[in-house]
């Protein structure tokens, strides 16, 4: 295992020779993973509904992330760093470009769902500027309801310096 903070990874975008390794990831993190058929089917949509993309070390992937695009709004929809490879900025890298390109794209705001539990992803998800909004009651397959986030305003210039200050 590489040390916490190394950067041996590229975030690139998301192909079809990417679909196994990402379907591994998602399939050792979740206890009802999204299926290997429901990956594929996510490069047949087109690049102005989706945004996805995967995080390369040396040995393949090792995180991913995925974006619906719907007007001026942005829901993501999936994120995950193979556990292995956890603590060493692959998601924060991986928000980054996310959400840098989709601000390029003139997208005004992101949702997403989170449990309330994971304490992880919420902190990182508010140094990006989510806040909670809601709750979706029984959203996972679990019935545990999801913490509702929002962000706003991603394509002022004000966010895109906060982005440049968090990258530094």
Known sequence: M???GTNDFQIV?????????????????????????????????????????VALGPEGVVGYAGSMLIGTEAH????????????????KSLMLTMLADIARKGLVDMTLEVRPDNTAAISMYQKFGFAPNGVRKA??????????????????????DRLKEMAS
Request: no cysteine.
């Open 2 to 4: 590489n040390k916490p």
């Open 13 to 53: 975008a998301y192909g079809r020779e990417h679909v196994k390794q990402v379907f591994a990831i998602e399939a050792e993190l979740n206890p009802e993973p999204w299926s290997e058929q429901l990956f594929t089917d996510e490069l047949t949509v087109p690049e102005t509904s989706r945004h996805w993309l």
């Open 76 to 91: 993501l929809m999936n994120i995950g760093v193979k556990p292995t490879q956890q603590r060493r900025g692959i998601a």
């Open 139 to 160: 959203y996972y397959p679990d019935g545990q309801d999801a913490m509702i986030m929002w962000l706003h305003d991603l394509n002022s210039s004000a966010y895109g």
